[in-house]
T-cell receptor, first 114, second 112 residues
Framework: NAGVTQTPKFQVLKTGQSMTLQCAQD?????MYWYRQDPGMGLRLIYY???????DKGEVPNGYNVSRLNKREFSLRLESAAPSQTSVYFC?????????????FGQGTRLTVV | GDSVTQMEGPVTLSEEAFLTINCTYT??????LFWYVQYPGEGLQLLLK?????DKGSNKGFEATYRKETTSFHLEKGSVQVSDSAVYFC???????????FGSGTRLQVQP
């Protein structure tokens, strides 16, 4: 039972380079999310997708784009990486139809932009 | 908007000590409340949850009670173990909102 799988686990980029973080879930959840985690700031929502074919901005969307490729996959793209995007990125999924909606998280991608 | 405030860490305790991590929140609706735990090098895992006032969530010896009158959801454990060393996040999902709002996290270090 894989749950939420993120790739890669670690990445170092040079300023201005682009990359895509991949996320896939096997729990048939409708909703998926991308968060970033920075010291002392908890997790902040970048983008989310309530269902296949829809995406919405979260708290800190600038510098990022997302694609909900199908129900399973939700990717996060950095078009031109900046040092301020050095962070740990978490993908999560949940099923909104349940009252006690919990989110399931991947193991994270540690990104360093130099 | 919604927000979650947690006590700053790190919290350092000896094994078998009593643990309290404070969490207060502001929300425009009637939120569900959660505690997540993050062990070193791992993603977040749900620890416990509560959906309405006076509900008590519990798991692995941890407890938290949804207090609407004080807008709080404090995490407690009667006797901590070294294996409880982790970062603990309080979070809420407000009525009609699709995503969780997290606190900044509290690092717990338990010494043998």
């Amino acid at each position: 039972n894989a749950g939420v799988t993120q790739t890669p686990k670690f990445q170092v980029l040079k300023t201005g380079q682009s990359m895509t973080l991949q996320c896939a879930q096997d729990m048939n959840h409708n909703s998926m999310y991308w968060y970033r985690q920075d010291p002392g700031m908890g997790l902040r929502l970048i983008y989310y997708s309530a269902s296949e074919g829809t995406t919405d901005k979260g708290e800190v969307p600038n510098g990022y784009n997302v694609s909900r490729l199908n129900k399973r996959e939700f990717s996060l793209r950095l078009e031109s990486a900046a040092p301020s995007q050095t962070s740990v990125y978490f993908c999560a999924s949940s099923e909104l139809d349940q009252i006690l909606t919990e989110a399931f998280f991947g193991q994270g991608t540690r990104l360093t932009v130099v | 908007g919604d927000s979650v405030t947690q006590m700053e860490g790190p919290v350092t305790l000896s094994e078998e000590a009593f643990l309290t991590i404070n969490c207060t929140y502001t929300a425009t609706g009637y939120p569900s409340l959660f505690w997540y735990v993050q062990y070193p090098g791992e993603g977040l895992q749900l620890l416990l949850k509560a959906t309405k006032a006076d509900d008590k969530g519990s798991n692995k010896g941890f407890e938290a009670t949804y207090r609407k009158e004080t807008t709080s959801f404090h995490l407690e454990k009667g006797s901590v173990q070294v294996s409880d060393s982790a970062v603990y996040f309080c979070a809420l999902r407000d009525t009609g909102r699709r995503a969780l709002t997290f606190g900044s996290g509290t690092r717990l270090q338990v010494q043998p």
